[in-house]
């Protein structure tokens, strides 16, 4: 009788141990799930940020900027659903609140500047179209203001046909540069073609037809020393600068 009763004492301490460990392996997992969560929510609010500061100084609209700061609001939120007593997500959530509320750039009433190097200029108007796609992301997102998607695209389009407008003068002004004057043309046309196709002009557009006008009656040693109005000097790029939208990751 006695052994049957330390018998039974060996298989109750075993059953509590083992149901112990599955509750203790339970919890542990759910922390786990939980701390992948929150990390992905802080992932995809980095991510967006380094977007929306590495188009700083590029007048993207206040509609794309708006976008950018609800998704990095919304995945904040989340994050900080999970895990309230996380300091840093809580500050970070904070500070983007406050850029909602006046969400405007005075870079975007400017001019887009064009560099003066071909490559990278190229890589200014792939960042501009991967920008473009990025927000088209944003169409699905029921919690965000999905009014703003098409308006926001539609501007970035503009900023890339006229990245792509400046492109031709350029090849047009190396073209003559080298006394090929048939390319030249060529480019130039093709620059006044993209032109005519947008029948209502901003004041961007407008001032560019301009210029290209009057390159084209220029003779070819006025063009060479003609700088377009949007044209920066060409910068050596940094160890860290690539050709992404992304950029480096923030500490968040």
Partial sequence: MESFSTILVILVVLISSVAGIAVIQRREQAKAKLRQQVAQYRYRANETANILENFATIPI????????????QLNLSAANNLDPSDPLIARN?????????NPQSNIDKQRLTIPSDFQQLNILIKRLSTLGKYMMRFKDIKAMNTT???????????????AKICAYIQQA???????????????????????DKFSRKNSRFQALENELKDLINATPQEVAKTNLNTEI?????SENEGDSIFGPKKKW
């Fill in 61 to 72: 609209g206040e509609e794309a900027r708006r976008l950018l700061l609800q998704y990095i």
């Fill in 93 to 101: 959530l904070l500070s983007i609140n406050q850029n909602l509320e």
């Fill in 148 to 162: 703003l998607v098409i308006p926001a695209v539609n501007k970035i389009m503009l900023l890339i046909s006229e």
């Fill in 173 to 195: 002004k190396t073209a003559l540069q080298e006394q090929n004057y048939v390319s030249a043309q060529r480019d130039f046309q093709i620059a006044q073609q993209m032109l």
């Fill in 233 to 237: 000097e060409s910068q050596p790029k």
